[in-house]
């Protein structure tokens, strides 16, 4: 940092970014980058880009952690909870603004058309986020039998997101761990072909030689015999690991704001992939677990997290609404977002060595396709939420708008709440 930012610049550059934020991580990338590295100059391209893949290994929403990340580099700490401040508030005011009027007691009959439409295109945006990151993932997996694994982390995920619901995370801390195993195996055993290639090599050089060298075959055999079963050296770094707390079935049973409290943390601290991947976890949580939404209510907050500035965890805070009204969803909200601080307050300084953590990057490639397979098996539960036969017209329209037409997700929303806006003046039932 070659300058001292004020705060007071830093709280209004990314309360902007903040304001403008629709569409997105994409947007935010955007906006952030434009800001730090091609108009302030605050940091180098490279080092904007380092930020990004650091980011994206962590829980959480990534382009939240990414302005929180920007704000530290910047002015420290303290820029970081000004500027992740910024950042998060404008998104979280307009959502719980809209929360009081879509979840209001009597609302009027064309903002719950409203509501019922854009509820009704949900499901396709969920699959229209899983899609976008197939591509991604499947380089970054390999060849072979690799992309074997990774159809089955695929299909784990969506079946897990359909019929686990909260047990979701242990699915994806499974196929993690699993690809961990699977390529420590493989590096193993290319290093003892790679030993037996070098052995061979030596054989080849005459009589007198070839002793010497079937001698040193036979002592490295004994080595190998002693050594075998020996794991590889751990890289620099240890993985993260990913711990349950103990409290959590003491929360989870108390209701109210303890249950809202561990739904939350749930939703900031365990969302690998992006924030649709919490989706079925709020799902399970808020709708059937706790009734403290219905399904329709449900699709709504999901909406209004897309609808609004800022990340799709921003949901969690109409969840809260339904809770205890505009302090749940503040609460709610603090208790998502606090992880993000605390894991970028805590980690940046450690990031470069977590990014060639060899094993923390096996974990990502096994965990990736079972978080896509999750954000796509989301669309299931949200699909089968809807009531209504006009509901399905609009969601098979928000379909071919997002996944054969590829065009934008805040337009498909806002034009399917204006469809249930028609549905409810000509006077069509409604959820």
């Not at 940092?1 to 007071?8: D, F, I, N, R």
């Not at 930020?51 to 959480?60: H, K």
């Not at 209001?104 to 409203?114: D, E, F, I, K, M």
């Not at 969840?319 to 603090?334: D, S």
Request: with cysteine; charged share 10%.
């Amino acid at each position: 940092m070659t300058e001292q930012v004020p705060l007071t610049v830093i709280a209004k550059e990314w309360g902007r970014i903040g304001v403008l934020g629709f569409g997105g991580p994409p947007a935010h990338i955007l906006l952030l980058r434009r800001l730090c590295v091609e108009q302030r100059g605050w940091l180098a391209a490279s080092e904007f880009e380092d930020g990004i893949a650091a980011t994206n290994l962590l829980p959480g929403p990534a382009s939240t952690q990414l302005a929180i990340l920007t704000a530290w580099r910047v002015r420290g700490t303290v820029g970081a909870l000004v500027g992740g401040a910024a950042f998060i508030l404008p998104g979280l005011l307009l959502i719980l603004l809209l929360s009081a009027l879509f979840l209001a007691g009597n609302p009027p009959r064309w903002v719950l058309g409203a509501a019922a439409g854009a509820g009704a295109a949900v499901a396709a945006v969920a699959a229209q986020a899983a899609s976008a990151l197939v591509p991604a993932s499947l380089q970054r997996s390999g060849n072979g039998a690799a992309r074997v694994r990774w159809a089955g982390y695929l299909l784990l995920g969506a079946a897990a997101a359909i019929l686990t619901g909260p047990w979701l995370v242990l699915v994806l801390l499974a196929t993690g761990a699993a690809e961990i195993a699977f390529r420590r195996g493989t590096r193993r055993t290319d290093r003892g072909v790679l030993r037996d290639n070098r052995s061979a090599g030596r054989i080849d050089g005459g009589a007198r030689r070839d002793n010497r060298g079937a001698a040193r075959t036979d002592g490295g055999a004994r080595r190998t015999s002693r050594t075998g079963d020996t794991a590889l050296p751990r890289p620099e770094g240890e993985a993260p690991r990913a711990v349950l707390p103990l409290l959590v079935p003491g929360l989870a049973a108390t209701g109210g704001l303890g249950a809202l409290a561990w739904v939350a943390f749930k939703v900031g601290a365990l969302s690998y992939g992006g924030g649709f991947v919490i989706i079925p976890l709020m799902q399970q949580d808020a709708v059937h677990r706790y009734h403290w939404m219905t399904d329709g209510q449900f699709l709504n907050a999901v909406a209004l997290g897309q609808i609004t500035p800022g990340p799709v965890v921003q949901t969690v805070a109409v969840v809260g609404y339904a809770v205890a009204g505009v302090l749940g969803g503040l609460f709610a909200a603090a208790v998502a977002f606090g992880p993000s601080f605390l894991l970028v307050l805590l980690g940046a300084p450690h990031f470069d060595r977590l990014r060639a953590n060899t094993a923390v990057q096996d974990f990502l490639t096994g965990a990736g396709p079972a978080v896509i397979g999750a954000i796509a098996g989301s669309a299931i539960p949200l699909a089968l939420a809807l009531h209504q036969p006009w509901q399905y017209a609009i969601l098979a329209l928000a379909a071919l708008w997002l996944l054969a037409l590829r065009r934008g997700v805040v337009p498909c929303l806002l034009g399917a709440a204006a469809l249930g806006t028609v549905a409810a003046a000509a006077g069509l039932a409604l959820p």
